[in-house]
């Protein structure tokens, strides 16, 4: 356990050649799963044509290498169309903040105009940055390389990890969102702040780092009294307005825009935190998107279950984090799934994960975590390589 308010100052622990473990465990992950995702396309026998609902393309023109072709799926499309054609590509393009389109299209246009190899670039750079990060962060935590370890392989075999290695904005946030902790728990908070800034420029959600960060910056100004301390939660505001103002004073738009974008992407909106669960259940019961539905609320649940522990057993920022985000998912609904990609969104409360990597030491967890993980990791990207719905 982690006792709260706790954080060592040094990293005797951390021997730099650790950061082989996280770049070879990330290759070796991601190759079995574009393997799996080549084979399910391969004996596929349905049609993958571009269709205006069922795979939409966005104007994007379809990728004519097999070996790439995969991952062009879903928001890929969306960033891809942004990167290519702006904001102006698609109606609901102001869903996503600038940076990661902005990054595609700048490596893109050194790569031809490939956008979707960019993005594939960049996501695996970011991804393995973020896991050597994740890495570091639980070994300054925890003080064992054995739970840092852990940590990567669990975090890399959760059924949905591929969202990783995709041409999609995950990698990049995560990247972002670990650094501003790990540097709060530092108490860099410039350093905390930019790394915040980044993941609020990658997702809309990515501005609630600021809750995190203002309390590390209020707890430190109670001691200290120096007014760097605010940095952090400054400059997450700053980099969580630009989309805003963009939208505003660029396009003519309330700034307001960029979230009732992303609310009318799927006919979504607030309701009373669990009432999302509750539909979820009854879509289930029905046989409405049975599959899709089940594994939302199981993950959903589940998380649930892991912030209880992250809010008693961690420190208190990252139950803050924490609590920050499960609130937001438990908020939220969508009439087409009540509980819209919480399997994918789960994917940022690396604190849950740093937990289990703690527990399993014991055998029995460590198994019960990694078999079932596998599993569901194997099945679910090679359903995105053919156009399933799987967050």
Known sequence: MIAKGEGRSTDETWDNREWKYAVVTYLVIFIVIWAMMLLTHRIYSGSLAPDEIYRPYQGVLPEQSSFLEVWQRWDTLHYQAIAERGYTAFESALFVPPLYPLLMRGLGSLLGGKTLLAGLILSNIFGVAALMAFQRLVVYEFGSLKVGRRAVLYYLSFPTAFFIFAAYTESLFLLGAILSLFYLRREKYVAAGIWGAVAALARLPGALLVLPAAYAAWMAWQKKKVFRVWAAPLLISVGAA????????????????????????????????????????????????????????????????????????????YAIYVLSFMALYLFRIAAVYPLLSNSRYMLILFPVFMLMAQEGEKPWVNRLILYPSWIGLLYLSGQFAIWGWVG
């Not at 979504?268 to 009854?282: E, F, S, Y």
């Not at 409405?288 to 279950?305: E, G, K, W």
Request: proline residues 8%; glycine residues 10%.
């Open 242 to 317: 630009i989309l805003p103002l963009y939208a505003w004073l660029g396009l003519g738009l309330s700034p307001f825009a960029p979230i009732t974008t992303q609310s009318g992407r799927f006919h979504g909106g607030l309701t009373v935190p669990g009432w999302n669960l509750i539909m979820a259940v009854k879509q289930i019961a029905a046989g409405v998107y049975p599959i899709t539905n089940s594994l939302d609320l199981f993950f959903t649940l589940l998380f649930i279950v892991g912030t209880f522990y992250v809010v008693k057993k961690m420190p208190k920022l």
